[in-house]
């Protein structure tokens, strides 16, 4: 029996909308690449008919994934997913919103493809009953710092800390801008996957510790709830810069001098002058009207959508890049590791990122 024939065979339909949504098509789109009727890719995806072997070839070329993709016995982390948390769930299209969980699943079988040659590092990651009350988030913040031996100072590399206690963090490079961070369980790993075009790396730090606050708060939680994204917000601000610490240090009053102490605490502290602001209006160091009046200046200055700040670049994730390299040091390319991931290379290296050329040295 050919290799099409076995795939024919063994068709999962729901492996077709996964693939179809990780690259962001429509069924009708889909239809157009592969020379059927948008009707033919509806009848697939239900399972009423199946695709013959001439349409899987197709299928799996254009889609970007090797033909037993599509059988039932690809990976069983396929339907494992929890649903992401998003920032905005109603202003996130459902075709971005489709493509964005599909890329987390995606990971997730790079990953289970990574650990069966490596040992990754464990998840290590507190659970916690959804919050009732804010000194409950700000407990949970503070019981993450604790077991990841944080203490109360500046947190120097948070997304190489986060990486080393086991949560797998991608760039998902084809997201739309309306996409921000977002995070999800798979297979009892937790992702948190990045947009890069958010260029920004105090609010690249801000949107890892958010979506912390959804992995350690919210596990199975109806992803949008406002409460939800209030919850994780708070967290975040208590996780990057606790109260403790940080409240000694904050002005009690917006002048010339406060300005220049805000700029200070944000390069300390590794968060936005608008976050910084936040907390002052939450601990009450400010008042109501010179909170909105910072506000005003920000938006004034147009610092609210990009402030000024002395770190440009964004951190990139290590650990997945990483990974790939030390296999091909021992002699396994990274199209086997696509392949076993039932992938072709393209859709690997949208995970783990295509190998840096070396520099090359000018000998004049």
């Not at 990754?120 to 959804?130: A, G, H």
């Not at 739309?176 to 947009?195: C, F, H, K, P």
């Not at 909105?292 to 650990?319: F, H, N, V, Y």
């Amino acid at each position: 029996m050919g290799r099409l024939k076995e795939v024919a065979d063994s068709f999962a339909p729901e492996r077709l909308a996964q693939a179809r949504e990780l690259n962001g098509l429509l069924k009708k789109e889909l239809a157009e690449l592969v020379s059927v009727t948008p009707a033919a890719v509806s009848s697939w995806e239900r399972g009423s008919k199946t695709p013959n072997e001439d349409s899987i070839f197709r299928l799996a070329n254009e889609l970007e994934v090797e033909p037993e993709f599509f059988r039932n016995t690809s990976s069983p982390l396929l339907n494992s997913s929890t649903p992401p948390h998003f920032r905005s769930l109603k202003a996130t299209p459902q075709k971005s919103r489709k493509q964005a969980h599909q890329f987390g699943v995606l990971a997730a079988i790079v990953t289970g493809t990574l650990e069966r040659h490596l040992i990754l590092p464990e998840p290590d990651l507190p659970s916690v009953n959804f919050p009732e009350e804010d000194d409950q988030v700000e407990a949970a913040a503070s019981r993450l710092r604790e077991s990841w031996g944080l203490g109360s100072l500046p947190i120097r590399d948070l997304l190489l800390t986060t990486e080393r206690k086991g949560v797998i963090v991608a760039l998902n490079e084809e997201a739309t801008a309306n996409v921000d961070a977002y995070s999800m369980w798979v297979g009892g790993r937790a992702y948190i996957i990045l947009n890069p075009q958010k260029n920004d790396f105090y609010r690249q730090r801000f949107d890892i510790a958010h979506e912390l606050g959804h992995l350690v708060m919210h596990e199975g939680a109806e992803p949008g709830e406002t409460i939800a994204e209030s919850q994780a917000h708070l967290f975040a601000s208590e996780f990057l810069a606790p109260t403790s610490s940080l409240l000694p240090e904050l002005p009690r009053s917006i002048n010339r001098q406060s300005w220049h102490k805000l700029f200070e605490l944000k390069e300390k502290w590794g968060m936005s002058v608008q976050a910084l602001l936040f907390r002052m209006h939450r601990l009450e160091t400010i008042s109501e009207n010179s909170y909105r009046g910072a506000m005003t200046t920000l938006s004034r200055r147009k610092w609210r959508r990009a402030e000024p700040g002395q770190i440009t670049d964004c951190d990139r994730p290590a650990l997945l890049e990483k990974s790939i390299q030390l296999l091909e040091e021992n002699g396994i390319p990274r199209e086997e590791i696509a392949k076993e991931s039932n992938l072709r290379l393209p859709q690997l290296e949208k995970i783990v990122g295509a190998p840096r050329a070396p520099r090359l040295r000018v000998v004049l």
